[in-house]
């Protein structure tokens, strides 16, 4: 399993939010190019990028910055937030992203997405399913967290597999942004579910001892922001789970 930073954008900046809220966001006084060098320095080798002001008005907001990120850092970036039409898409790509993240519209528009798949691959697109879970049946939310899709976690992937769906980067919403750690026991279910996806943990990741219950959950990545940002997770001290420094330090 690996640790897969996240920068996410909001009106240019880099912020975070408290479980999806706009009302309550924290913002850092961090250039969001050289964070993601500094990200690419410790050893990661991926980088999640989000478009928040995207993910709220459901077209990309924070285009310039993205393409500053993608043009100067020197690891791979999967970007989401408002990428909500195959054009958009096709943009993201053709600017350097290594693969792009879609939410609400996997959700709402399935045969869509599935066509991407098809014409795109499993290694190109990330599908973003936002969760509430109460350890029974996991959820999906969409549009912001602000609506119940009436629809179950497992029966959305199982509909993507026939089209090569690989990456899943699956939130507990009530956990995100709050450092509380992370639901182990969705991605257990996901991991049990469906062995043959790559499920991405978003939300709650404090500490290494929440990446080593993740990694024995069967998540193969996992995705921190706030935790970096604050400083309560040290990439020097969890260099296992970036794959550069891993590589750098074995050889």
Same mark, same amino acid.
């Given at each position: 399993?690996?640790?897969?930073?996240?920068?996410?954008?909001?009106?240019?900046?880099?912020?975070?939010?408290?479980?999806?809220?706009?009302?309550?966001?924290?913002?850092?006084?961090?250039?969001?190019?050289?964070?993601?060098?500094?990200?690419?320095?410790?050893?990661?080798?991926?980088?999640?990028?989000?478009?928040?002001?995207?993910?709220?008005?459901?077209?990309?907001?924070?285009?310039?910055?993205?393409?500053?990120?993608?043009?100067?850092?020197?690891?791979?970036?999967?970007?989401?937030?408002?990428?909500?039409?195959?054009?958009?898409?096709?943009?993201?790509?053709?600017?350097?992203?290594?693969?792009?993240?879609?939410? @609400?519209?996997?959700?709402?528009?399935?045969? *869509?997405?599935?066509?991407?798949?098809? +014409? &795109?691959? %499993?290694?190109? $697109?990330? #599908?973003?399913?936002?969760?509430?879970?109460?350890?029974?049946?996991?959820?999906?939310?969409?549009?912001?967290?602000?609506?119940?899709?009436?629809?179950?976690?497992?029966?959305?992937?199982?509909?993507?597999?026939? @089209?090569?769906?690989?990456?899943?980067?699956? *939130?507990?919403?009530?956990?995100?942004? +709050? &450092?509380? %750690?992370?639901? $182990?026991? #969705?991605?257990?279910?996901?991991?049990?579910?469906?062995?043959?996806?790559?499920?991405?943990?978003?939300?709650?990741?404090?500490?290494?001892?929440?990446?080593?219950?993740?990694?024995?959950?069967?998540?193969?990545?996992?995705?921190?922001?706030?935790?970096?940002?604050?400083?309560?997770?040290?990439?020097?001290?969890?260099?296992?789970?970036?794959?550069?420094?891993?590589?750098?330090?074995?050889?």
């Amino acid at each position: 399993m690996e640790l897969i930073p996240a920068i996410d954008l909001y009106q240019g900046r880099c912020v975070r939010l408290y479980k999806g809220r706009f009302d309550a966001v924290t913002h850092y006084d961090r250039d969001p190019v050289e964070l993601a060098r500094d990200y690419a320095a410790a050893g990661a080798r991926w980088l999640h990028v989000v478009d928040l002001d995207g993910a709220r008005d459901g077209r990309p907001g924070n285009a310039k910055v993205i393409t500053r990120i993608l043009e100067a850092a020197p690891l791979a970036v999967q970007v989401g937030g408002g990428l909500r039409t195959r054009d958009a898409v096709d943009t993201m790509l053709a600017a350097g992203a290594s693969r792009v993240v879609v939410g @609400s519209v996997a959700v709402r528009e399935p045969d *869509t997405v599935r066509g991407w798949l098809d +014409a &795109l691959g %499993g290694e190109r $697109v990330v #599908l973003a399913l936002d969760v509430r879970f109460d350890g029974d049946t996991p959820r999906l939310l969409t549009d912001g967290w602000t609506a119940d899709s009436g629809l179950a976690l497992d029966d959305v992937v199982d509909g993507y597999r026939a @089209s090569g769906l690989r990456h899943v980067l699956c *939130t507990d919403v009530e956990r995100d942004g +709050a &450092l509380e %750690g992370p639901a $182990v026991a #969705l991605y257990a279910h996901g991991h049990t579910r469906f062995p043959d996806i790559a499920w991405q943990a978003s939300g709650g990741v404090r500490d290494a001892s929440d990446l080593a219950a993740l990694r024995a959950a069967g998540a193969a990545a996992a995705i921190s922001g706030r935790a970096l940002l604050d400083g309560r997770l040290a990439l020097k001290n969890v260099t296992d789970f970036l794959p550069a420094a891993a590589a750098a330090r074995t050889g």
